[in-house]
């Protein structure tokens, strides 16, 4: 029941952030927000996601009244959508208040299934919330006639994910136990780490942001596009599901790997943006850019620390948070022939970072 639980709470997750990154744009650009506008609500979330950690230092503790809490703010925060969406103003205040709760929910509850699934059958769970973000994009595609439509959507998975949140606290007691942390946390102890988590993200922002355009502008279709897309997230939810037996070996060997695959990738769509085979293969390399690559991270930090939830709270706010926001505005700064050389060059600074880490 555990395993049920955790996988439709990440189905419906990352469903809802489907919604919201793929859809949200184009309603907020439908209803007469500018481009500078969208851009500035669409920073929120990752710079939330970054500064909220660092309320937990000392101040506040990841325990479950706080983690239901997150839950029903999230709820609160999508139906204010209908009543803030028509101004600028509250609208952005609704989604920081969003980005608070969302860089609380997913961290609390990666914890727990890495503690309770094991290296074995976390990627076969984690692999649902892939299969979320990939329906959510085909589905609502064909019946967005209206903006308000999108809202129902995001609401509803939201909700759904918040139940799933709920019967996992209620029905598994060991999560109910919170373990009294002694250590106190130190970025400085693992700095190569960090900064490498920070660099590979900073490499991702040409591709989630300039992809589809830098592909449409060197000849391939946007239909033909879309494919490629879906063909990385069918890669990555494969290397989900028969990853276990790898993630039993040296997991920072295996993000170095990772590293080194990803920036072939992103030389690969510097030489070849017209190919489209090399482009297919580029993508079927997701598999192990974000797939392989995400699971070996969590885990190797659930080793390195004792506070394993604020651990990974500050790996999305640090990597997806900080690493995201900034990635994402060279990407628009350097756009261009050489957009793919610099996500290399990221790429490059997160591998050789982490040959500075000391062995135990």
């Known amino acids: 029941m555990l395993f049920f639980n955790l996988s439709a ?18 309603v907020l650009h439908d209803i007469g927000y500018t481009a500078f506008d969208i851009g500035i609500i669409f920073a929120l ?19 479950q009244t706080v983690f239901k809490t997150a839950l029903f703010l999230s709820i609160f925060s999508s139906s204010l959508f209908y009543i803030t969406i028509d101004n600028f103003y509250t609208f952005m205040i ?21 503690k309770e699934l094991g290296k074995e059958k976390y990627g076969k769970s984690r692999l649902f919330g892939s299969i979320g973000f990939m329906l959510i994009s085909l589905v609502l595609a064909k019946f967005l ?3 308000k439509i999108a809202l129902h959507y995001y609401l509803s998975v939201n909700v759904l994910m918040v139940i799933f949140a709920l019967l996992l606290m209620s029905r598994n007691d060991e999560i109910k136990k919170e373990p009294e942390i002694k250590e106190s946390f130190s970025f400085m102890k693992y700095w190569p780490f960090w900064l490498s988590l920070f660099f590979m993200q900073m490499s991702f922002g040409g591709f989630y942001n300039f992809f589809t ?5 060197h000849g391939i279709s946007l239909e033909m596009t879309s494919y490629l897309w879906s063909f990385g997230v069918i890669c990555e939810i ?22 080194a695959i990803t920036i072939v990738r992103w030389l690969m769509l510097y030489a070849y943006p017209d190919s489209l085979t090399i482009t297919f293969i580029s993508q079927g390399i997701h598999a192990f850019s974000f797939g392989l690559y995400h699971s070996a991270v969590i885990m190797y930090l659930y080793s390195l620390y004792e506070n394993k939830k604020l651990a990974q709270q500050f790996m999305y706010g640090v990597a997806y948070g900080l690493g995201g926001f900034i990635g994402a505005l060279i990407a628009g700064w350097v756009y261009g022939e050489f957009l793919f050389v610099f996500s290399a060059a990221f790429a490059l600074v997160s591998f ?4 500075f880490i000391k062995s135990d």
Do not use: W
């Not at 979330?45 to 325990?63: E, G, Q, S, V, Y």
């Not at 355009?213 to 502008?217: A, K, N, S, V």
């Not at 050789?352 to 040959?355: D, M, W």
């Open 352 to 355: 050789i970072s982490l040959h």
């Open 94 to 114: 609704n989604n920081a208040l969003l980005g608070v709760c969302l860089s609380l929910i997913l961290p609390y509850l990666e914890v727990t299934a890495i």
């Open 213 to 217: 355009i830098y592909e449409t502008e």
């Open 45 to 63: 979330a990752p710079l939330m996601r970054f500064l909220t950690p660092f309320l937990f230092l000392k101040h506040i503790k990841l325990d």
């Open 238 to 259: 494969l290397m989900l599901y028969f990853q276990g037996p790898l993630l039993k070996n040296n997991l920072l060997l295996i993000i170095k790997f990772c590293l």
């Open 9 to 26: 709470f990440y189905f419906f997750y990352f469903a809802a952030v489907g919604v919201y990154v793929i859809f949200m744009p184009k």
């Open 145 to 147: 006639t209206e903006p």
